[in-house]
């Protein structure tokens, strides 16, 4: 058989999706139709590969019936394509146990590699094409919304709980998804958040509110102990979430580590820029924002050195602050952390592709339409379709087709708890550092400074997460070879969040070189050869490199000052 003949049908399937594809593309943002169709155009031009896709995906469905047959006459027998370990889709047993289930999750993915082999097969073979990854994107997207999971008839555990209710949990379901089309705009909901509340069971760590400006309100945090460090520390967490990520719950908040282990914190947060705000730029955060929060904690404290400690853009605009004293000749900043945090973004994972010049072009107009402001539905969107599995189609059959409640959990309510961004500061971070990762390259300039890393020569811990989505832990890897200080870096384990959300307990481990080893030199490969798994929290390795580096034990200093009274309690009105 010619390879002509079996890569026909393509051009033909290729052509009969362009107007669906041509449609999608003015109402997609990121472009992501016309890069899938550009994907498939180019697979058609490579018939070796499509003939490979072809018998793969023949075989497996030619050993498919022997397979289903066995399991119906109750012979034990292997899976064709076995689900991926870290699937938890098919975990019932029933798509193991009956023959016409287990056919059923075969058939989806054997059609789940063919995709995947489509588009290896129209594959540019560099891994940062931004058309093979968009449509590697919008494929996933797809796949995962197919999954006979979502649908009622061909989910086992949804039909044993409707005969179980006698249809009340189908009932309850619709129930559900109307109440999502109407007060979420179709996406099922997450997190059960009305037993949480902020001040109460969110962001509890006692503390007042020392210092308020346009744009931010630094919250002093009491101390816990009868001394504490000389070197306070100040916090600061991305505008793009709300700091209490930070301080989440109680037993699992960072900040209240860090009050307990004796150091005097300070953090920032943001306000909720509205339209009034959106002529705000980068240099509006780092001067208002972290610069004006050091002026602050150094009046209040005496403190002739600070420790500085940003979470992922905030982690970024720390680092430029640094910077940007650094060129100043400013040495206030005793040491620097970072904790899943970008500073070079030529390799920024699967955001990349949000930042590409016709994507920040739409983006711009979306803006425009609200006021100068990107809406805070759209970030969150986002985060959320880069783990569409985990965020948004696991809770289609609880929720949407057995009727159940949401969980109630406080990650997943900070994660709902979104913010806008404005549109000045935005388009900037996003062409400035995504686009063009001027920052690494020592081009940026901020604060009438041009910014050079390698004058940032204090010591920096710098921490990186497993399986972080947002922030590739080997890309977090890349600022130990920026700085002109000593480095120690650590992999924990966890994800974006998870990795922060540390607290001690059985399940955290995280990956080091002996202390005191300078991790400025090497790659991130030849750096995870040489480290070795310890069972515990970074937070604990943290705090030991921090006490050496923390001064003198000494009186804790009174909660503001003469200058800089407090005005409330913590968490604040801004978080609100």
């Known amino acids: 058989m010619s390879t002509a003949r079996i890569a026909t049908p393509h051009p033909v399937l290729v052509e009969a999706m362009a107007p669906v594809i041509g449609y999608l593309g003015k109402n997609d943002p990121l472009g992501l139709a016309p890069a899938t169709l ?45 689900p991926e370990p870290s699937d938890r889709r098919f975990t019932e047993r029933t798509w193991n146990d009956n023959a016409a289930f287990f056919a059923l999750q075969q058939i989806y993915l054997l059609a789940s590699r063919f995709a995947d082999d489509v588009l290896k097969a129209g594959s540019s ?80 760590t006692p503390g007042k509110v020392v210092f308020r400006n346009d744009l931010i309100e630094l919250i002093q945090y009491a101390p816990q102990t009868e001394q504490v460090h000389e070197v306070p520390i100040l916090c600061s967490p991305p505008w793009i979430n709300k700091y209490y990520v930070m ?14 282990h004796g150091r005097t914190v300070f953090m920032i947060s943001y306000r909720d820029p509205g339209v009034e705000l959106s002529h705000l730029t980068m240099n509006d955060y ?64 699967e955001l990349g592709i949000f930042t590409d010049d016709e994507t920040l072009k739409r983006m711009k107009t979306r803006m425009e339409d609200h006021g100068g402001v990107l809406p805070a539905k759209d970030m969150s969107t986002t985060f959320d379709l880069l783990r569409a599995r985990d965020l948004v189609f696991r809770y289609v059959p609880s929720r949407w087709l057995m009727g159940e409640t949401s969980p109630a959990f406080d990650v997943l309510v900070w994660n709902g708890d979104s913010v806008r961004m404005p549109a000045t500061m935005h388009t900037e971070y996003l062409e400035s550092l995504y686009g063009q990762n001027r920052l690494a390259r020592g081009e940026y300039e901020l604060g009438g400074q ?81 480290a070795t798994r310890h069972a515990g929290t970074w937070w604990e390795d943290w705090t030991a490199w921090g006490e050496k580096r923390a001064g003198k034990l000494v009186a804790p200093p009174k909660m503001g000052s003469r200058k800089h009274r407090p005005v409330a309690d913590a968490p604040g009105d801004y978080v609100r």
């Open 125 to 204: 073979g560099d891994p940062s094409d931004l058309e093979d990854r968009k449509a590697s994107f919008l494929v996933g997207l797809a796949v995962e919304s197919l999954s006979p999971t979502n649908f009622p008839g061909t989910n086992p555990e949804v039909l044993i709980r409707a005969f179980q209710t006698g249809g009340l949990s189908l009932v309850k379901g619709v129930a559900n998804v109307l109440e999502d089309y109407v007060e979420r705009g179709g996406r099922p909901q997450q997190v059960d958040a009305s037993g949480f509340a902020l001040g109460e069971n969110l962001a509890v």
């Open 286 to 349: 780092l001067e208002q924002g972290v610069l004006s929060a050091l002026d602050v904690v150094e009046e209040i404290t005496g403190a002739p050195k600070i420790d500085v400690l940003g979470l992922c853009l905030g982690g970024a605009m720390a680092t430029m602050a640094v910077a940007n004293l650094a060129a100043k000749g400013d040495k206030r900043v005793n040491t620097l952390t970072t904790l899943n945090t970008l500073i070079d973004y030529s390799e920024p994972g």
């Open 450 to 530: 041009q910014l050079d890393l390698k004058k940032v020569k204090l010591d920096m811990y710098v921490v990186g997460a497993i399986n972080d989505h947002i922030v590739p832990w080997t890309s977090s890897f890349a600022v130990t070879g920026l700085t002109g200080g000593k480095v120690r870096y650590v992999l924990s384990n966890g994800g974006h969040i998870a990795g922060v959300v540390n607290p001690p307990g059985p399940k955290p481990w995280f990956e080091a070189l002996p202390a005191g080893t300078d991790d400025s030199k090497g790659s991130a490969e030849s750096w995870r050869e040489s």
């Open 38 to 82: 550009t994907v498939l155009q180019r697979a058609m031009k490579n018939p070796m590969a499509m003939v490979k896709a072809y018998a793969r995906l023949g075989q497996g469905l030619v050993h498919l019936p022997v397979a289903a047959v066995a399991k119906g006459v109750g012979v034990e027998t292997e899976p064709v394509l076995p």
């Open 247 to 260: 301080d989440l719950a109680p037993e699992r908040s960072l900040v209240e580590w860090m009050v307990r």
